[in-house]
């Protein structure tokens, strides 16, 4: 029986740890296919949206990364694409109004960029930056630090007590 639980287990673990076509190992969290520029702008999104204030910001946190990967595993490869194409359009929209890229912007021109976006009458530019605002906010609400910080969040709520007496109730009908 030991035998046919470590066969069992070993036939399922065994194709994730075989080499690609590459040779590199099969990833089992992707991520988002983005250049270094892409990399930064999101980035920078994130600290724009939730920046360091007396509390950690979204950087802080690795916000930028994790929508990397939640995009990347969880998302539609259409909606990806759309994400991806999104960054673009952040990227143009800053070229256009300040003559830099996004993540060489300060602060102000960072959100003034982005508030452009949420009056945008396009409708795909528009539904970037409320996709991405909610995003955000959805990680950092999720993230370690805001659950015990500012929640009354507790890993394992109550107290376990394993043998108990249990009185008899009649059963009625």
Not at 11 to 27: N, Q
Not at 34 to 41: A, E, I, N, P
Not at 56 to 82: M, T
Not at 111 to 116: I, K, M
């Amino acid at each position: 029986m030991k035998s046919l639980a470590i066969t069992v287990w070993g036939m399922m673990a065994l194709p994730g740890c075989r080499p690609g076509e590459d040779g590199e190992g099969i990833a089992l969290v992707r991520s988002l296919p983005l250049s270094d520029q892409q990399k930064l702008c999101l980035e920078k999104m994130v600290d724009t949206f939730l920046p360091d204030t007396d509390t950690l910001g979204a950087v802080q946190l690795n916000i930028h990364r994790f929508l990397d990967k939640l995009i990347a595993n969880c998302y539609p490869e259409e909606e990806q694409k759309s994400f991806i194409n999104g960054l673009d359009i952040l990227e143009g929209k800053a070229q256009d109004l300040f003559s830099k890229s996004f993540g060489s912007l300060e602060n102000l021109q960072r959100e003034s960029v982005l508030l452009g976006l949420d009056n945008e009458e396009n409708a795909e530019e528009k539904a970037f930056f409320d996709f991405s605002k909610e995003q955000v906010i959805l990680a950092y609400t999720s993230s370690e630090y805001f659950l015990t910080n500012f929640t009354n969040y507790e890993m394992i709520p109550g107290g376990y007590d394993g043998c108990v007496d249990v009185p008899e109730v009649p059963f009625k009908v």
